[in-house]
Nanobody
């Protein structure tokens, strides 16, 4: 079964850092782009950062300069390095992939279960 598995969430103090990872379980035929989204009790799910197969990146204005997205195409693994964390970064972070599961299957959206990030003193 093809899945996305997130890890790296946890509790951190304001100003601290965390690195989130999203690994593939099983084998995707191809992954065009991957991204991180977040959702909290008072906010709709929103894009945090996205990266294409060619390395082009997109960031939400609220995280520019603080977060860095990267991916290892050989391992089909994506990372989100978060620094200078703020309480408003507290959310459930989801991994997403725009991918093709097999040679003859269509392109589709895949989601992980999410990993909780809590920024608090």
């Amino acid at each position: 079964q093809v899945q996305l598995v997130e890890s790296g969430g946890g509790l951190v103090q304001p100003g601290g850092s965390l690195r989130l990872s999203c690994a593939t379980s099983g084998s995707f035929f191809d992954i065009y782009s991957m991204g991180w989204y977040r959702q909290s009790s008072d906010r709709q799910r929103e894009l945090v950062a996205r990266i294409t197969k060619n390395g082009r990146t997109t960031y939400a204005d609220s995280v520019k300069g603080r977060f860095t997205i990267s991916r290892d195409n050989a391992k089909n693994t994506m990372y989100l390095q978060m620094t200078s964390l703020k309480p408003e970064d507290t959310a459930l972070y989801y991994c997403n992939a725009d991918a093709k599961a097999g040679l003859s299957t269509p392109w589709n959206d895949y989601w992980g279960q999410g990993t909780q990030v809590t920024v608090s003193s």
